[in-house]
């Protein structure tokens, strides 16, 4: 019976002795858990920042993102490859261009009124113009300028027919980035618009000095004093009463002049002496 007793106090602390090392390595276990779920998100963190270092040095440095082709499209009186050369983008890094200061360069060209410059992947660079719209040719003794509605200078180039033209008798030279007098040219403009409609002619070229303002030269017919752009319809409606007057009349005027309000003027050419026969014996 003692060695019974002995041996079941034997088998208890056996049982006692073995969830104790049990306790341990669970424990053990839990302590290598936590370590590992502390280094795995350095880890991770360390290897995801050298990567970006890595890719970050790549992107900069790589030929792969330098600008090989800028592409310009709206232009018409400047050359895109103007556009090219101010903008200084070819070969530079894409992701390192600002386009903002490529609007601004490119933006110093008289004829631009607008530009937005766009960059895309690998290494492209789109550049919109929006060039100034050429209103008419304004003539001085020293040549022909091309400008537009505010009078800005755009061009020295060859004159165009589908505009129209304003001589500038006494006015100073211009020069590219000017500017002519806007308020005459939208004289001009409304007189080109309105002419062909109320008086039945359209005038290719308009006079312009300090002294008559705009006045036109009718092919074969008497020249028109308009003065300015004020009360144009009034102006129109007693040209065409003179003219209809004049026809009825069969008389021939040398100059029309409408430059003030309410009295219209116009004074009749002299009369073309008759030419002699020969004389008979």
Same mark, same amino acid.
């Given at each position: 019976?003692?060695?019974?007793?002995?041996?079941?106090?034997?088998?208890?602390?056996?049982?006692?002795?073995?969830?104790?090392?049990?306790?341990?390595?669970?424990?053990?276990?839990?302590?290598?858990?936590?370590?590992?779920?502390?280094?795995?998100?350095?880890?991770?963190?360390?290897?995801?920042?050298?990567?970006?270092?890595?890719?970050?040095?790549?992107?900069?440095?790589?030929?792969?993102?330098?600008?090989?082709?800028?592409?310009?499209?709206?232009?018409?009186?400047?050359?895109?490859?103007?556009?090219?050369?101010?903008?200084?983008?070819?070969?530079?890094?894409?992701?390192?261009?600002?386009?903002?200061?490529?609007?601004?360069?490119?933006?110093?060209?008289?004829?631009?009124?607008?530009?937005?410059?766009?960059?895309?992947?690998?290494?492209?660079?789109?550049?919109?113009?929006?060039?100034?719209?050429?209103?008419?040719?304004?003539?001085?003794?020293?040549?022909?300028?091309?400008?537009?509605?505010?009078?800005?200078?755009?061009?020295?180039?060859?004159?165009?027919?589908?505009?129209?033209?304003?001589?500038?008798?006494? $006015? &100073?030279?211009?020069?590219? =980035?000017?500017?002519?007098?806007?308020?005459?040219?939208? %004289? #001009?403009? @409304?007189?080109? !618009?309105?002419?062909?409609?109320?008086?039945?002619?359209?005038?290719?070229?308009?006079?312009?000095?300090?002294?008559?303002?705009?006045?036109?030269?009718?092919?074969? $017919? &008497?020249?028109?004093?308009? =003065?300015?752009?004020?009360?144009?319809?009034?102006?129109? %409606? #007693?040209? @065409?009463?003179? !003219?209809?007057?004049?026809?009825?009349?069969?008389?021939?005027?040398?100059?029309?002049?409408?430059?003030?309000?309410?009295?219209?003027?116009?004074?009749?050419?002299?009369?073309?002496?008759?030419?002699? =026969?020969?004389?008979?014996?």
């Amino acid at each position: 019976m003692r060695d019974q007793a002995v041996g079941t106090r034997r088998k208890v602390r056996k049982r006692r002795v073995k969830p104790a090392s049990m306790a341990g390595f669970r424990k053990s276990s839990m302590a290598s858990l936590r370590w590992l779920l502390r280094v795995i998100p350095v880890t991770i963190y360390i290897a995801v920042l050298i990567l970006s270092a890595w890719l970050l040095y790549y992107s900069l440095t790589s030929p792969y993102f330098a600008v090989r082709d800028a592409m310009v499209t709206g232009t018409s009186l400047l050359d895109g490859q103007q556009v090219r050369e101010a903008s200084s983008s070819l070969g530079q890094n894409v992701l390192l261009i600002q386009t903002a200061e490529v609007q601004r360069s490119v933006r110093e060209f008289t004829a631009v009124r607008g530009v937005r410059g766009v960059t895309a992947l690998p290494g492209r660079l789109e550049i919109e113009v929006v060039e100034r719209t050429p209103l008419a040719q304004w003539q001085t003794k020293e040549g022909t300028f091309l400008v537009d509605r505010e009078g800005v200078v755009l061009d020295t180039g060859a004159p165009s027919n589908s505009l129209f033209v304003v001589r500038d008798l006494e $006015g &100073p030279s211009l020069k590219l =980035g000017g500017r002519a007098n806007p308020v005459v040219l939208a %004289a #001009a403009e @409304s007189l080109a !618009r309105l002419l062909p409609e109320q008086a039945g002619f359209r005038p290719s070229q308009f006079d312009y000095s300090e002294k008559r303002g705009l006045s036109v030269e009718v092919e074969g $017919g &008497p020249a028109i004093l308009f =003065g300015d752009a004020s009360d144009l319809d009034e102006k129109l %409606a #007693a040209l @065409s009463a003179i !003219r209809a007057h004049l026809e009825a009349t069969k008389a021939r005027a040398e100059t029309i002049d409408l430059r003030f309000k309410g009295r219209p003027v116009y004074v009749l050419a002299s009369p073309v002496p008759a030419k002699s =026969g020969p004389s008979r014996p």
